[in-house]
């Protein structure tokens, strides 16, 4: 779908009939390049559509505008348990990210939250595992990052009956890593992995592992919400080529994909580029995970 106004944007919301007391949104927020992150102007687009009350979650990077010194800070870069020691330094880098992006005045404008997974993980505030395991074994087979289970906030177990989960991913192509092709709805969700870097353990060798680690942390939160809805957006601009030698940035694309099943909607990205969703490992994983 094509969408250039925030009109026909809003009345696509609309038709997704989504009637919960609260919404849960986990935007794209990997830092503050253009294309890398959701903007200011979608998310007040979709806050202005939606009257319940608001959620943002995201967890942190070393990336997101700051700079740091490589090497003598690594642990920032690497290491969950270490990287707490940074704390501050991941805050001073989110506040700077929200004022910089302008997302900090869309916030305040619709009263909306702001939940760093991360920040709850680090604040031991999160549920009993046991409990987030028997919720997810309900529906899905297995897991191999059982630390996984650990990483629930309480604020979103508890709301979980109550919300509504929106990914709001943006598009980005990644022709270089083939056990991705492309960032959707569900590979967004791998930012929700509280570790300030993924790299290690989560993409592994070669990104061996990355397949399952979106695997995991997908199935974690869906496992854990009733109620989801699944948006993939390049309207103002899409990274082409991520994080390869040949990158590039589309401009007023326009494109939309939304819809409740997260794997027709990541499908129906992959056909726009003609790539062959079955071709995606970690596409095939949370089909053969269903139980």
Known sequence: ?????????????????????????????????????????????????????KILIESYTPWRGLEYTSGENDCLETDLEKGKNYWDFYKQQDQNFLKETQIDQVMKKNEV?????????????CV?????????????KSIFWKELFSYIPRELYDKKNKATFISFSKIKTE???????VSGVIKNLFGLIPHPSRYQPFHGMN?????????????????LFAKK?????????????????????????????????????????CGYYNINANDIEYLNLIKRNIK
């Open 175 to 181: 022709n270089s890593l083939k056990k991705i092709f």
């Open 229 to 269: 809805v699944w948006i993939s957006e390049g309207i103002h601009s899409i990274v082409r080529n991520n994080v390869c030698d040949n990158e590039y940035i589309e401009k007023d694309k326009a494109l939309f994909f939304s819809g409740t099943d997260p794997i027709e909607v990541d499908s129906a990205i």
């Open 128 to 140: 009993n595992p046991d409990l987030i395991e028997r919720e997810f074994i309900k529906k899905y």
């Open 113 to 125: 939250e702001y939940l760093n997974i991360t920040n709850e993980v680090w604040d031991n505030k």
């Open 207 to 223: 990104h061996e592992m990355v397949h399952q680690s979106i695997v995991d942390i997908f199935c974690l939160y869906d496992s």
């Open 1 to 53: 779908m094509k969408i250039h106004k925030k009109t026909d944007f809003q009345h696509t919301i609309r038709q997704l009939n989504i009637d919960t007391e609260y919404v849960i949104i986990k935007p794209n927020w990997v830092c503050n390049q253009i294309g890398r992150y959701t903007d200011a102007t979608l998310l007040e687009w979709l806050f202005e559509v939606l009257p319940q009350k």
